[in-house]
């Protein structure tokens, strides 16, 4: 069978014999939003658990609109638009409307080509915008019970009513991406964010689980101290298409659209296989080694120990994260302890440093041949994966180690797709 899949803004092709496949774990296909503008619209006045957002609203109120960052997929760009319409129509000024790229503590959202490629040209002349800095001009307002200082933009502080929007998705420690995530970490100063994210170490913060998780309840608190007025969040498929809308009370709505998620992207399988072939997705999922390394953490599900996963991941700005980088240099020159790393993690908590942890892991369960425009040496000397060039010289690796009977999964969207196996064979 020829296989297609992305990487960075191309694709790669190989072919693999119909035999060694089990299958392709793609997201499930469901109907895009037809008349999408209409359907905002109603949403607006229909939303679920609140008032309609013009009832909301007050003549002169400042609003901030929280909107995501470049490495999402959120197709803001479609449904902001009509929701700036539906507030001029409701008296509010674009003067009085900030729009805040909710950008946690990732950088690089400064060429004016990028804020234009997110939200278009027209709402970037008309409508200031701002780039949240987890390290510069952020107001405390208190703590959590799980003793996190919140620390919020300022911006969002001073406006009178906050709209936050964005994309639910999986996410593989806060169970889900959207929702309560525009403020915690979106727009949260890096000790919010670093003392939040600690909370990871818990095994109930994982991908697809809200229950008992300590990370995403410590973020329903902030983002119930900082207040969010409404929520207007999108579902999408794997083509990037808006398939589901959810607006109304930032709880009830991000809730309901989880539903929406689990059915299109948590796909189950009777068994695992000796071999996954993945791709995060291409760009952005695939905009460098620590968050193509998700789509690897997914992978993990469907593929047995002592396995192989091999992986197209771009990474064009390289690891992506210097704490990351430090870390696997640090730790790459001795064997793999992931006990040592475990302790170094609850003793002082680093952001960045916890994907190590997960790495190293990564590497207990299965080899991983990595295909990217990083280095060769660093690939295999820092991060102890196996970069390649040539596939048939991989292939051929796999069929001298497993067989030529081996069975392998395709994921051709890793970052967004969770396999869920039924059977507990590992």
Partial sequence: MRITLRYGEETVSFDIPDKNLLGTLSPRRKSPVKDLVTKILES????????????????????????????????????????????REHQVKEENTVIVFACGTHKGLEKMGDKIRLLGREVIQNYRTVVHGCDTDNVYIGETSRSTPIYVNRWVYEADRVIATGNIDLHYFAGY??????????????????????????????????????????MMEAAERVGV?????????????????????????????IGSVDEIYKIPINEKADVVFLSPGGYPYDINLFLSFRAIEHALNAVRKGGTLVCWAEC???AGNETYR??????SAGEIDTRKLQER?????????????????????????????????EIRKVYKLKPFEDFEAVLQEIKDRYG???????????????PLCESSTS
């Fill in 229 to 257: 007025d409404f929520l207007l969040n999108v579902v999408c498929d794997g083509g990037n298409n808006i398939v589901d809308l959810l607006a109304g009370d930032w709880r009830e709505a991000f809730h309901q659209g």
């Fill in 345 to 377: 993690l609850n003793q002082k908590f680093e952001l960045g440093g916890y994907k190590t942890l997960f790495h190293y892991k990564a590497l207990d369960t299965c080899e991983i041949y990595l295909r990217s425009s990083m280095k060769d040496d």
């Fill in 44 to 87: 607006l006045e229909r939303p679920i658990g609140s008032p309609p957002l013009g009832r909301i609203l007050k003549p002169g109120d400042r609003i901030a609109i929280l909107v995501d960052d470049h490495t999402r997929t959120t197709p803001t760009r479609e449904f902001l638009p009509p929701l700036l319409g539906y507030l």
């Fill in 177 to 218: 991406g959207g929702g309560r995530k525009s403020i915690l970490p979106g727009v949260c100063s890096r000790e919010t964010i670093m003392r939040n994210h600690s909370l990871m170490m818990s095994p109930q913060a994982r991908t697809g689980n809200l229950e008992g998780n300590p990370v995403h309840l410590d």
């Fill in 316 to 318: 064009r700005q390289g």
């Fill in 326 to 331: 430090r870390w696997m240099e640090e730790f």
């Fill in 404 to 418: 030529p009977d081996f069975k392998s999964y395709v994921l051709p969207n890793g970052v967004l797709t969770l």
